[in-house]
């Protein structure tokens, strides 16, 4: 399969305009297209106005990065993904919401009750707070709608039932796995009308097993809930198999078409492999090589967050000794 099939679509921040129409960096993003009228998009680390541990787009606004930083970064997404998007307060839950229920614009690029730290005020209820409501999975029927789930490190799950047009997506952290927030996601999408039969799903970027390392007590619970997904990785310790995990589960919720996202990405990586960008992160951000050659020589799997420079990791953060990292947005949208 050759690689060139997916440059027109993969955004180089060395080759094309590096702002929009408001000079907004302009985020590098990867698409999927999962079904007819239905694509996923990754972000990257590249293409926003974040400085520093949070270099270059960062869309968390819950880690103390600059909030008119973290604004500019949703806008310009929210742009070039041409939808609102639709952000919610991530806790490692079993619980998914139907956003038909509560969107409304409340943001220049959307619906956020992810609890964000506001810029200007404009995500704050009456006593000043951010508005806030939790859950780890979200489902819609609208078009137009991008459904975003936050991640640096855990695995987001997107899924589209193409008959209906039912779309949602998920957080699955080690916690959210064990919690069953796949399966709350697809009873919900199944109660506005989706067959789990005809649900189309793919994995998103996240740390692989040989790279998740959490000691033999929580791999033992997590393989009594997930069988054979427990690991030796590549430190020596215990580890977990997230992404086995959520095929176990995907399984149970009777969702057996799965998408590979990791021949695109894999492409993406190779198309950005000597970009300009990249490699000033790579130079200047203290998780690995200062070389992006080294870095992109390192990568056994092109999906995993911490071998990949391309990705957030929390985990590659702590390893160099941050208290912060940003965050990637895993979105989903029909059109």
Known sequence: MS?????????????????????NPIPVTIPIALAPGVTVVYTTRLGGLSTGDFGNCN???KSGDDPAAVLSNRVALAEAAGARLSLVSQVHSGVAVDVD????????FGFDVSGTRPADGDLASDDGAPTVREAD?????????????????????L??????????ACHCGRRGLENGVIGATVELMKRKGADPSRIVATLGPRICG????????????FEKRFPLTKTVTRFGGAGIDIAEAAMIDLAFAGVSKVVDSMP??????????????????????????????????????????????LWYSHRR????????EGRMLALIVRH
Do not use: W
């Not at 899924?159 to 949602?168: R, S, Y």
């Not at 953060?317 to 912060?324: I, L, S």
């Open 317 to 324: 953060a702590v390893r160099a000794g941050k208290k912060h």
């Open 3 to 23: 690689d060139e099939q997916y440059d027109d679509e993969i955004l180089d921040s060395n080759k094309i305009s590096s702002t929009d129409r408001d000079g």
């Open 137 to 157: 999975g979200q489902v819609t029927s609208r078009t137009g709608i991008a459904l975003g789930m936050f991640a640096a490190d855990c695995l987001p799950v």
């Open 159 to 168: 899924f589209a039932d193409p008959e209906t047009g039912i779309i949602g």
């Open 210 to 221: 040989d790279c998740y390392e959490v000691g033999d007590e929580i791999a033992d619970k």
């Open 264 to 309: 695109r990405v894999h492409a993406a990586t190779q198309y950005l492999d000597h970009d300009p960008e990249l490699a000033e992160l790579c130079r200047t951000d203290g998780e690995g090589p200062a070389s992006l050659d080294e870095r992109i020589d390192g990568i056994s799997r092109s999906m995993c967050t911490l071998e990949n420079p």
């Open 59 to 61: 869309l968390g606004g």
């Open 101 to 108: 229920d509560a969107f409304e614009i409340n943001t220049p």
